[in-house]
């Protein structure tokens, strides 16, 4: 592979290998890198990426290879090695400390003194100063617990820039935001990019490739599998490359009658700590055999009043009804029992024990399934045999099911949480941005799993920040703003309408239709 | 009523800040531990160690000394359970109760082998902190007694309450221990060495817990007695959750504390049993701990 412009590569890495017990993550990898680039990194869950980008950012020594920053070597010991030559990382998960400011976050390890002590006037400007110059909108003295994603998302840009980061990594960045967050996003990549950084995000949407990206490096079980200009390319050339086959086409969502109610919300209201109405007199029911979305800004109460069906939090007026019981007052046991499942939001704090192994975690919910016990005790060829078929129907890519979940890549431990709740084979399915850091191909069979739940008769409330992905499943679509549904869409009217997503996004910004 | 009065009097003040004092060193110590996000359980070991060091330096080397040894040993023990929880990774709770049972018998130990007594250790040699009278201030009324007349540990307590609060929130270091306690991998990307601050915090907190057991053991009285930090530094752990581990919420706590301690001792020699008397601090960390407990409940809204 040649650098892919006349400019010498801000940045080269040749020949890295990073093995992991059982797992070669990176395979020789060469990968190089103009200024003022932008570069997506593609590939399947468990190709690689955020193994390659944990060693350019010094946190893995690599086994074998180099790393060139503008010609010149480097040797990174820890991060602080990588952010002292100029490179910066916004994690897969973000590394914040909700408690303190914007601006003792950014300059948390690095503060302006004075008279020895922590002078806050001049990091508050200071990071105004670099928000301002980058286009970065963002409140140095806000705690960064209030701020909505995409503003925390900033937080961790102006970290790297007050570090005078030259290369920026971001992993999966827009895996948690509303498309209006993503286009800030966009336009703050594009003009770090014009002034001089280098660029290299992570991410599972070929679309964000081709409005975003120059080149596209596409990584194959640790490997590089093409590095191709975006230009000369396109999205199905790009999937072809990563999972080696076309896509199915389209969903085959056939409509289909409604039975009768299965999960109903009765007037619900839920308040945040401050006591503020959080979830405002919402009420609405999924019936037999529907798709219901939840669509909207993160923030606006949809994640709240999830958290309150699955029992993870007490409403304080309403009712929930599972199955036309009751269960306002219920335990989570007792609404699961009733044949409720959830996938969570949060995977790696609710959704998983991180420290257990796959096996464990696969079988958390299912401890009533008379093939994981013999007389009254866990059967270990029991437990083996149902994950390992879990594994296999999910396609979960692990050396083995007694691994720890926490050695998974991101879109892994996604599925590992997918495979369990859909397992349950539930009456009512919450699933909650059930595809947040999948690949193309495992989101694709996340998708044909949650139509399957609504084809056989039982219901599904999906919540995603994906309006194509609530377009293309939901039967039903609710958009909530400031605690209330203010619009509710049939998917019938909405099929073919080249405005649908501008509708959704519309209604959830609190406009008129 | 002329019995109420007697009972609320300045000596009553007087004593407050004497028994505050060690439980106030201690739960600083432990403070720092819990914003590096480690719960230190070992200041009773801590606080008993430098007690017993306080009396065996001052017996040798004179009432500085005694004092020095009391920091040593503190920090000496800690930089023992930062080995273990910070370096070995150990479970901070199993590794504290261990170095709080090795301090009641190594303490036990040596004053056998040192001084060859059992139970308690008095000597002429051993210097007390004595005392230090503050000429304008002692004049006033309520405040005078309240402040005035105390072992200059006493003061330099107070002082800490207010060197941790600026250290705390309005030094660099003091934000990288917050941020370290509270979201360790997001510091260690930021290049700070999170195992080190743990560890610094860690020593700190036992050479505060060893001014505790100097106050202890050579503030109003000059002697060691087995066992004599007596449940006091498990009461600074109380005194830290209860302050929310913020040094003006955890000096309130020890003052609380301090004063239900000297009224304690103030009820005894009345008509009302001293095993009641006495169970009078323990009472009122009962009762904080409920609070603890009903506060935590309230902040997740979980179901039960
Ligand atoms: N700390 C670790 N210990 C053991 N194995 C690991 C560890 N980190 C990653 N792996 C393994 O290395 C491989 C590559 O993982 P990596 O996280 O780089 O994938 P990825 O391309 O980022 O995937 P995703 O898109 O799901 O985030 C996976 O098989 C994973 O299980
Ligand atoms: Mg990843």
Redesign the interface.
Known sequence: MVATSSEAPALELRGIVKRFPGVLANDHIDLAVAPGEIRALLGENGAGKTTLMRVL?G?YPPDDGEILLDGKAQRFR???DA?HAGIG?V?QHF??????TVA?NVV????P?RW???DRTAAARQVAELAERYGLQVDPAARVADLPVGSRQRVEIL?TLYRDARVLILDEPTAVLTPQERQGLFQILRELASQGKTVIFITHKLQEVMDLADHATVLRGGMVEATVAVADSSPEALCRHMVGRDLLPQLAKVPQATGESLLAVNNLVVLD?TGRRIVDQVSFEVRAGEIVGLAGVAGNGQSELVAAIA????PAAGRILLNQDDVTAT??AARRQAGLAYIPEDRNRVGLALAASVADNLILTGRHNPTLTQRGVLSQAGIERYTTDLVERFDIKIASVREAVDHLSGGNRQKVVTARELAQEPLVLIAEQPTQGVDVGAAESIHHNLLAVRDQGRAVLLSSAESSEILALCDRILVMFEGRIVGELLAEELANDPAAEATIGLLAAGGEV | MNELANLFDAALLSSTMRFATPLLLAALGGLICERAGIFNIALEGLMLTGAFAAVAGSYYAGVLGGVGAAVVAGAALAALYAGFVVGLRSDEIVVGIALNLLASGLTVFLLRALFGVKGAFQDPRIEGLGSVRLPLIEAIPIVGPLLSGHSWLVYAALMLVAIVWVVLFHHPLGLRLRGVGEQPDAAATLGVNTRRVQAAALIVSGMLCGLAGAQLSLGSVTLFVEGMSAGRGWIAVVAVLLGRAHPVGVAVACLVFGFTDSLGFRLQGRDIPSQLTEMLPYVVTLIGLAIINSRRAQQKGLQP
């Open positions: 950012y946190l820890s991060p602080t952010i990382m994690h590394m914040l400390f909700p408690s303190l003792e948390y390890g690095r503060e003194q020895g002590l922590l970290k700590n029992g993870l939090r007490s335990s989570i």
